[in-house]
């Protein structure tokens, strides 16, 4: 599967964004999917991931209540709503797809190319 990200930005703190991932290739609904993001000089960290139905969900305790992962399997596509924006969130966010049956996948196979997001204070 081939999967593009996009829908970063500059945005100030307190704003929204909405990241898109589409997926390409290969049935989608098979996919767990995932959000993760790296800061500059930092490691990768797991934002979200979604059930292949959408029925569940996960995130990460620092984007709790703030980020909700989503998910139309009609348009091959996860999305990523991102509210209530803050400095730290500042990083480039890649999607990536797992096709475990396990709940969390023990690894993702497939990335996206990351897109930029850039909060300002």
């Known amino acids: 599967v081939q999967l593009q990200a996009s829908g970063g930005g500059l945005v100030q703190a307190g704003g929204s964004l909405r990241l898109s991932c589409a997926a390409s290739?290969?049935?989608?609904?098979?996919?767990?999917m995932g959000w993760f993001r790296q800061a500059p000089g930092k490691e990768r960290e797991f934002v979200a991931r979604?059930?292949?139905?959408?029925?569940?969900?996960s995130y990460a305790d620092s984007v709790k209540g703030r980020f909700t992962i989503s998910r139309d399997n009609a348009k091959n596509t996860v999305y990523l709503q991102m509210n209530s924006l803050k400095p730290e969130d500042t990083a480039i966010y890649y999607c990536?797809?797992?096709?475990?049956?396990?709940?969390?996948?023990?690894?993702?196979?497939?990335w996206g190319q990351g897109t930029q997001v850039t909060v300002s204070s």
């Open positions: 990536a797809s797992a096709e475990s049956l396990s709940w969390p996948p023990p690894r993702y196979e497939y």
């Open positions: 979604i059930s292949r139905n959408g029925g569940g969900t």
């Open positions: 290739g290969r049935t989608f609904v098979k996919y767990i």
